[in-house]
């Protein structure tokens, strides 16, 4: 159980289910700010080239290892990238590995770093049988890719097109329904049979669509999937602050160098990982359910991935602090969401 007075909150030390670290120089700063945060995290494999297979995931977990600061404890759950070519053969080698904990689906072009996703599932059936097979789960940006369909509705035309049809034909599948934005969604997964779960991000709890054009346009908002109306927002309030198991905290803490973002063609992505306890306590106690934040955190989690509940706990204090206007990024910088305002609770 949580413990609170009006001062202090100590919860489980919380995971996070979804997160970017990306490559290179930039491992520097983002696996000292996650590990920080969070005990363990689902590591995407959105890099460039993806990591596609077992030996990728293998190497690409070094290179977050070794990034890690002396004594900091931090476990990089990784992922491996679902492409037309995935070979069940992969998945067997995935699943020997004991470090692959998650596949994930990029419909082609739904975002950021997608354009080696799948273009249909029919070509996957066969990895996604295996998958069904070793009780590896699917991994999914839940968003159509057609044009046509406006991009405030791609998330619920996602459901009914593509969901329901690929958990008909594979029913014992597990499935994560990544960084939910829509109120269909949240229903869908407390409503759906079988082993689905849910991952949601601070920002869609906190933030919703206005937000993106508060007084002129604000890149540091824009994410995909994209923002939601009020309404939506409040369905995910609902969702996480219920004690449902299927629902967990996943970030989607995706940095973008400063540049990138505020361009003519700025790139998607919120940076959260610096911060995203103190984010997902200012929903939570805004919902006036902070009682119910250490489920959602916590323990939903790593439950649903079969791992244990984190022994540590951390505390929180009552304590006004102001966000970095920015934040090194390798040899760039990264701004945080809500960069330069003030929040009232504090990592300890
Ligand atoms: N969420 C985002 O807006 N961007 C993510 C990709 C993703 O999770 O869809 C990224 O890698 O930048
Ligand atoms: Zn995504
Ligand atoms: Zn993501």
Redesign the pocket.
């Known amino acids: 159980m949580p413990q609170s007075d009006s001062q202090s909150l100590s919860i489980i030390q919380p995971d996070d289910w979804h997160l970017?670290l990306r490559d290179g120089d930039v491992l520097d700063s983002t696996v000292p700010q996650a590990a920080k945060q969070f005990g363990r995290a689902i590591i995407?494999p959105?890099l460039r080239p993806p990591v596609v297979t077992t030996k990728d995931a293998i190497n690409y977990r070094q290179r977050i290892l070794n990034a890690l600061p002396k004594g900091a404890e931090f476990e990089p759950l990784m992922t491996l990238y679902l492409t037309d070519n995935t070979q069940p053969e992969e998945i067997r080698h995935a699943r020997e590995s004991g470090i692959v904990h998650g596949v994930k689906l990029y419909p082609a072009g739904a975002?950021?770093?997608s354009d080696a996703g799948v273009t249909s599932l029919d070509n996957c059936i066969k990895t996604l049988e295996e998958m069904q097979k070793q009780g590896i789960p699917l991994l999914i940006?839940g968003e159509v890719t057609d044009p046509e369909i406006d991009i405030f509705d791609r998330e619920a035309v996602f459901i009914d097109k593509v969901l329901i049809p690929l958990r008909k034909k594979l029913p014992n599948l597990k499935i994560v329904f990544e960084?939910i934005t829509t109120k269909a969604a949240a229903e869908y997964v407390t409503e759906a049979d079988g082993y689905i779960g849910a991952t949601v991000t601070p920002h869609h709890l906190l933030f919703n669509r206005n937000s993106l054009f508060a007084g002129g346009i604000r890149p540091h908002y824009y994410?995909?999937p994209i923002l939601k109306r009020e309404e939506n927002r409040q369905a995910l309030i609902k969702a996480v602050t219920c004690k449902n198991a299927r629902f967990f905290a996943g970030t989607?803490s995706?940095p973008?160098a400063r540049n990138t973002k505020e361009s003519s063609c700025g790139?998607?992505?919120c940076y959260t990982a610096s911060h995203a306890i103190e984010l997902y306590v200012k929903a939570f106690q805004e919902a006036g359910q902070l009682d119910k934040l250490e489920w959602f955190t916590s323990i939903n989690g790593p439950k649903f991935y079969n791992l244990p509940v984190n022994r540590n706990k951390i505390t929180l204090v009552k304590e006004k602090w102001q966000i970095s206007e920015e934040l090194p990024f390798g040899k760039d910088r990264v701004v945080p969401l809500m960069a330069g305002e003030f929040l009232d609770w504090k990592l300890k």
Do not use: E, K, V
């Open positions: 970017h995407m959105n975002t950021t770093n940006h960084h994410c995909l989607d995706a973008h790139c998607a992505g």
